[in-house]
C-alpha cells in the first residue's frame, strides 16, 4: 500500500513537472512567434506561464523531499556521521510542522479569496482555485514527509544525501 502511494505521487509528480513545463514553453514560444513574425501578442500566456510554473514549483519541491535533496545545512552531519538518522528525524518533524502551517495559512487565503470572488487580471479565473495550489502542495509535502519517516525508520535514510 505504502509502495503504490510512492509511486503513483511519483508518476503524479514526475507528469506533472513535464507537462507543466511543456505547456509553459510551447504557449511561451507561440507568444514569441506571434509577437515577432505576425506583429500580434496575446496577453494571457505570461500570465498563465507563471502559474505554471509556480505549480511546477510546489511538484518539484514534492519530489525533493523524496529524493531527500531540499535546501539543508548538514555541516552536522558531516562532523558527526553518526547522528544523522536524529538530525533526519528532527527536519521531517520541522518540516510536517511547516506542512500544517503551509495548509491552514492556504486554506485561510482559499477562503478569504473565495469570499471575495477575486480573479486574475488576465485570465479572469477565480484566485481561489489558483491559490488552492497552497494547500493541496502542503498535502503532497506532508505524504512525502510521512513516507520519509518511514525510510528513516526502516534505515533507508541517514538524513544525508549520498552522491
Not at 24 to 29: A, H, I, P, R
Not at 32 to 40: E, G, K, M, S, T
Request: hydrophobic share 55%.
Amino acid at each position: 500500500m505504502i509502495r503504490q502511494i510512492d509511486k503513483i505521487l511519483t508518476i503524479f509528480e514526475e507528469w506533472g513537472i513535464g507537462i507543466c513545463m511543456v505547456v509553459s514553453l510551447v504557449v511561451l514560444v507561440l507568444n514569441v512567434i506571434l509577437r515577432y513574425i505576425f506583429h500580434a501578442s496575446l496577453s494571457w500566456p505570461a500570465e498563465f506561464s507563471t502559474y505554471l510554473m509556480i505549480l511546477l514549483v510546489y511538484l518539484g519541491s514534492s519530489a525533493g523531499i523524496k529524493h531527500d535533496s531540499e535546501l539543508k545545512v548538514d555541516f552536522i552531519v558531516d562532523i558527526f556521521p553518526r547522528s544523522g538518522k536524529f538530525f533526519a528525524l528532527w527536519l521531517n518533524i520541522i518540516r510536517l510542522g511547516a506542512c500544517v502551517i503551509f495548509f491552514w495559512a492556504g486554506m485561510s487565503v482559499v477562503q478569504m479569496e473565495y469570499a471575495f470572488s477575486n480573479v486574475s487580471p488576465t485570465l479572469r479565473l477565480p484566485l481561489w482555485i489558483l491559490f488552492g495550489i497552497l494547500p493541496f502542495a502542503a498535502v503532497l509535502f506532508a505524504i512525502r514527509t510521512l513516507l520519509s519517516f518511514r525510510e528513516i525508520f526502516a534505515g533507508r535514510s541517514s538524513g544525508k544525501q549520498e552522491g
